[in-house]
């Protein structure tokens, strides 16, 4: 069983910059491709992006291409999120999740969840 938490959340203005932590134990995390999604109110899990297991392949959602950068480091046990040039419509929960590949776009082919941070952008 592997567990999940993220961190650095927060409230920022448009244009700013976040940056998002997962960190991971309890199973072999290079073993995993890992994926951050996003949950705004009344709407559904979106992918954002995702990172190879060898974190030399990664994923993204054309709306954060070139905004958003993931990274991870296998010795560490952590996959973070550089969130640049933020807008409003970034706000939202954001989620990391684990998977068998970083093509993998959906929520259900991502099994295991952290409890999700918030990030809120004011205009």
């Known amino acids: 069983q592997v567990q999940l938490v993220e961190s650095g959340g927060g409230l920022v203005q448009a244009g700013g910059s976040l940056r998002l932590s997962c960190a991971a134990s309890?199973?072999?995390?290079?073993?995993?491709?890992m994926g951050w999604f996003r949950q705004a109110p009344g709407k559904e899990r979106e992918f954002v992006s995702a990172?190879?297991?060898?974190?030399?392949?990664?994923n993204y959602v054309d709306s954060v291409q070139g905004r958003f950068t993931i990274s991870r480091d296998n010795a560490k046990n952590t996959v973070d999120l550089q969130m640049n040039s933020l807008k409003p419509e970034d706000t939202a929960v954001y989620y990391c999740?684990?998977?068998?590949?970083?093509?993998?776009?959906?929520?259900?082919?991502?099994?295991?969840w952290g409890q999700g941070t918030q990030v809120t952008v004011s205009s």
């Open positions: 999740a684990t998977s068998n590949s970083y093509y993998y776009r959906s929520p259900t082919d991502y099994y295991y």
């Open positions: 309890g199973g072999t995390f290079s073993r995993y491709a």
């Open positions: 990172i190879s297991r060898s974190g030399t392949s990664t």
